[in-house]
Nanobody, 123 residues
């Protein structure tokens, strides 16, 4: 059974940093996409950053390029998102996801999801 559990969310002032982590277990494929998505009330879930575990290729939404960094460690068991220079518009519930095969920033591509962690950025 695939399980994902996020941690590291919280409240921060604009310009600050947060690091999100996602502990994963139960997934046995050798290469697949893992990613971070975010959602605010009334809006669709948005792809933020994704990584292909087989070769480490990364993909970022334009809105976070240069500020966020995705990484995976411990034999693909820990997914992280380092978020720097946070802005109020980054406020959202952040979810980690795994198992994607195509279109890395498309949430419909992922069968496995964590429960989410809230990030709030104040101005």
């Amino acid at each position: 059974q695939v399980q994902l559990a996020e941690s590291g969310g919280g409240s921060v002032q604009a310009g600050g940093s947060l690091r999100l982590s996602c502990a994963t277990s139960g997934y046995t494929r050798s290469s697949y996409y893992m990613g971070w998505f975010r959602q605010t009330p009334g809006k669709e879930r948005e792809g933020v950053a994704c990584i292909l575990t087989g070769d480490g290729r990364t993909y970022y939404a334009d809105s976070v390029k240069g500020r966020f960094t995705i990484s995976v460690e411990n034999d693909k068991k820990m997914l992280s998102l380092q978020m720097n220079n946070l802005k109020p518009e980054d406020t959202a519930m952040y979810y980690c996801a795994a198992g994607g095969s195509w279109y890395p920033l498309n949430s419909n591509n992922y069968p496995y999801w964590g429960q989410g962690t809230q990030v709030t950025v104040s101005s």
